[in-house]
C-alpha cells in the first residue's frame, strides 16, 4: 500500500472503499444514511488501511476531547437519570462535559452511538444499562471498546457482563431474593410478578431470584411479560389482578413499573397495601415520596454513576476491573401481610 498509516486521508479510505467522500464519514462516524453492508465495507477498509487506528491515536495523543460519553437505554427512566446524574456531577469536577445518548435497548443503535462517540475523540465512554443473554449481541461493541482503547481511550459499563472492560455489577440476583423473601416473610403465597424481556440479564437475574424463592417457599407466581418500561406495566397489573384474583402481591422488576402500577390500581379502586402488595427494583428517588412510599431494592444509583466516571478516567488496569454493587432492602409502606378476605375485585371500568 502506497500511503503510510501516519499520512493516510479520509479521500483514501473512501476512494479505496469505493464509496464517495461523504459516505465514508457518515460511515466511520456511525451516521445515519449509509445502509449496514456499505457502512460495514467502509469501517473494515479503514481498519485494514489503519486510518481508523492511527487518527484516533494521533488525536488522543495530542489530547482528547473534553467529551465523556454516556450511552443509557431510557434517558427518561429514573434509574437511567440518576445515574446520568452521578456522570454529571462527576464531570464536572474533572472539567469534563458528558454528552448523553439513548440506546432505546437496540443493539445496533447502541453500535451507532458508540462508533459516533470514538469519532468525536471523546475522553471516556460509560455504558449504562443491561447487558444482553445472547453474547453475539455484544460481540461487535466488545470489538468497538476493545479498539477505542487500544487507541487510548477510556471506557466503563453499569449493569453489562461482557464488554470486556471495566464495570460495576449490581447484584440483581441477590436484590430480588431479599424482596422475594420479604414478601414471602409477610405471608405472601400468591404473586404476580412484572418482567421484562428475557434477552436482557437483568430481567433474567431479577425473575430467576425472585422465583427460585418462590418455588422454594411454595408461592403460587404468575409471570406477566411486559416491554420493562412504565408505559405497559399499570395495564399489565390491572389485567393480570383480573386474571389471577387470588393474587395478593404485584413484584415489578424495576421501580417505573411499580410506579405505573401503584398509580393504575389505585385508579381501579384497588388499596395498596390493603388490598394488594407492592414491591419494586432499584429505589429511584421519588420512591420514598410516594403514597404508599414504595417498598424496593435499593441501588445507590448515582454513586454508581459517579464510581463509573472514576473508572474511565483512571489508568486501564492490566485486566478489566469489575466490582459488584449490593443493593439493600428497603421497606415501606406498599408491602403489608396479605388480606385475608377471599378474591379480589377489580373494577374493569377504571382500568385504562
Known sequence: MSNSTTSLRLADVAEAAGVSLATASRSLRGLTGVSDEVAARVRKVAEDMGYVVNTH?????????????????????????????????????????????HSGRDPQRELRQLRSLAAQRARAIIVAGSGYVDAHLEAEARRLLATYERN??????????????????????????????????????????LSGP??????????????????????????????????????????????????????????????????ALRRSGISVPGDVSVAGFD??????????????????????GREALDLATRPAASRPRRKTVAAQLMRRESTAPPRSDGPLRVRTASAS
Open 152 to 193: 487510548g481511550g477510556r471506557a466503563a459499563v453499569i449493569g453489562r457482563h461482557q464488554l470486556g472492560v471495566d464495570a460495576l455489577l449490581p447484584d440483581n440476583r441477590g436484590a430480588a431474593l431479599a424482596v422475594a423473601r420479604h414478601l414471602v416473610e409477610l405471608g405472601h403465597t400468591d404473586v404476580t410478578i
Open 57 to 101: 491515536a494521533q488525536s488522543l495523543a495530542g489530547g482528547a476531547t473534553s467529551i465523556a460519553g454516556l450511552i443509557v437505554h431510557q434517558i427518561d427512566d429514573p434509574y437511567f437519570t440518576e445515574i446520568a446524574a452521578g456522570v454529571v456531577h462527576a464531570a464536572e469536577e474533572r472539567g469534563l462535559i458528558v454528552q448523553v445518548a
Open 283 to 304: 429505589d429511584v428517588a421519588v420512591a420514598e415520596l410516594l403514597f404508599p412510599s414504595l417498598t424496593t431494592a435499593r441501588l445507590p444509583l448515582a454513586e454508581m
Open 198 to 263: 428475557e434477552t436482557l440479564t437483568t430481567v433474567q437475574d431479577r425473575l430467576g431470584g425472585a422465583v427460585q424463592v418462590f418455588a422454594e417457599e411454595g408461592v403460587r407466581h404468575h409471570v406477566v411479560a411486559t416491554d420493562f418500561t412504565a408505559a405497559g406495566a399499570g395495564p399489565a397489573a390491572v389485567q393480570a389482578l383480573q386474571a389471577w384474583p387470588e393474587t395478593t402481591a404485584v413484584l415489578a422488576l424495576n421501580d417505573s413499573m411499580a410506579i405505573a402500577t401503584l398509580v
